[in-house]
């Protein structure tokens, strides 16, 4: 079988070079070019596949670029609202053979933790969030953690489920963030990567449900899935629950 000819975008950055790494290793794919802010491009136009890992000011020029040489994405790069998500369609049913994968987690543990949370969401009426991360992480609360509030909400909004129980009147913070109903509490350590545990709560008994990401590679077989997934797969793709089939 041919070998999948990948480039990648952001390949000076964190998860840019661990991407990089991940490609070479794999026996099925192919590492055209890694270029960063600095680097000319056309390196990549070459790649049937761009993987993006660079900034929300800078990727959507890349799928711009890409999208029009035909060129398939697989897009870690954060900063997605629902505006650009459309763009992206768009240019998707422009471009009709292009496939694009945009996924804020390429974890497949925080992948399964959020799809567990969001089946356990019905049965408890109390659910709270704790995302914790080393402490160089510039927003707050996670991508992944208003990810995963959403889809509690959303799971307990199918199942008539009211507000979660909160006697809570004087609070000067201390009850976190809340997204779509849900509380959100934000740790930022030295010493931890990327940590999240939902807890829920129902008379009698908690469930907690943990993740913990320890390196930036526990991305990769995310990446690489999400790589092979694209090439067969045109239009846009978001997350990577599909990739699993979950
Ligand atoms: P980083 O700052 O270490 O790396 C980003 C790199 O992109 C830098 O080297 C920068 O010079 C480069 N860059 C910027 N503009 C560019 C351009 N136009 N062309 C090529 N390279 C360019 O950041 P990071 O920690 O690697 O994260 C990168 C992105 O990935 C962020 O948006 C982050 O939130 C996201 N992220 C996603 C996941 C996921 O699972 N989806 C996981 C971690 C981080």
């Known amino acids: 079988m041919d070998q999948i000819r990948v480039g990648v975008f952001g390949a000076g950055g964190r998860m840019g070079a661990e991407a990089v790494r991940a490609v070479e ?7 055209v070019a890694g270029v960063d802010v600095d680097d000319d491009r056309e390196l990549l136009s ?4 761009a993987v993006d890992f660079t900034h929300p000011g800078a990727v959507m020029d890349n799928i711009e670029w890409c999208a029009a040489r035909g060129i398939h994405m697989v897009i870690g790069t954060t ?8 763009r992206v369609a768009a240019l ?12 804020s987690n390429f974890s497949i543990g925080a992948v399964l933790m959020m799809s567990f949370a ?4 019905r049965f408890y009426p109390s659910v709270e969030i704790i995302e914790l991360h080393h402490p160089n992480k510039v927003d707050a609360p996670s991508g992944t953690s208003v990810s995963t509030a959403r ?3 959303a799971a307990r909004a199918a199942a008539s489920m009211g507000a979660v129980p909160d006697a809570t009147v004087h609070d000067d913070g201390a009850r976190g963030a809340v997204v779509d109903g849900i509380h959100i509490h934000g740790v930022r350590l030295q010493g ?19 993740h913990d990401s320890f390196e ?30 979950l």
Do not use: K, W, Y
């Open 25 to 31: 290793r794999a026996g099925d794919l192919q590492l």
């Open 46 to 49: 070459d790649a049937q596949v």
């Open 79 to 86: 900063g997605f609202t629902a505006e650009r998500l459309a």
């Open 92 to 103: 998707c049913e422009q471009n009709p053979g292009v496939g694009i994968l945009i996924a």
């Open 118 to 121: 969001e089946q356990a969401a």
């Open 151 to 153: 889809r509690i909400a």
């Open 192 to 210: 931890l990567v990327a940590h999240q545990e939902v807890l829920l709560g129902a008379t009698g008994e908690t469930l907690t449900i943990r």
């Open 216 to 245: 930036r590679t526990s991305f990769m077989p995310g990446v690489l899935a999400g790589i092979r997934h694209v090439v067969d797969h045109p239009g846009l793709t978001e997350g990577i629950e599909t990739v699993l089939g």
